[in-house]
């Protein structure tokens, strides 16, 4: 089982990346997705996070309307859209498989992948 994170990169305020995580190994179609974020000296945090039809979906107050999960099951891959990055977006992002269908921040999410990095530029 294995999430691949791609997409980070090094990007000036007010502009935009799309990150995607693809998974190998087994099907996530039936399970929730999520993005999370951890920036130096900090703890990981909860960004955005999808059930495993889309149709639910939740979000950061600290992205919200800047950045959009999204999924597509026939290519075992998720997305995080992210417009109007501020230097505070600053971290390494990880993709995460939940256990449950429902994708909500608080589930366990199980799987993992490596991570990367997203730099906004002042």
């Known amino acids: 089982v294995q999430l691949q994170a791609s997409g980070g990169g090094l990007v000036q305020a007010g502009g935009s990346l799309r990150l995607s995580c693809a998974a190998s190994?087994?099907?996530?179609?039936?399970?929730?997705m999520g993005w999370f974020r951890q920036a130096p000296g900090r703890e990981r945090e909860f960004v955005a996070t999808i059930s495993w039809s889309g149709g639910r979906t939740y979000y950061a107050d600290s992205v919200k309307g800047r950045f959009t999960i999204s999924r597509d099951n026939a290519k075992n891959t998720v997305y995080l859209q992210m417009n109007s990055l501020k230097p505070e977006d600053t971290a390494v992002y990880y993709c995460a498989a939940a256990l449950s269908a429902w994708g909500l921040p608080q589930d366990e999410y199980k799987y993992w992948g490596q991570g990367t990095q997203v730099t906004v530029s002042s």
């Open positions: 190994g087994r099907t996530f179609s039936s399970v929730g």
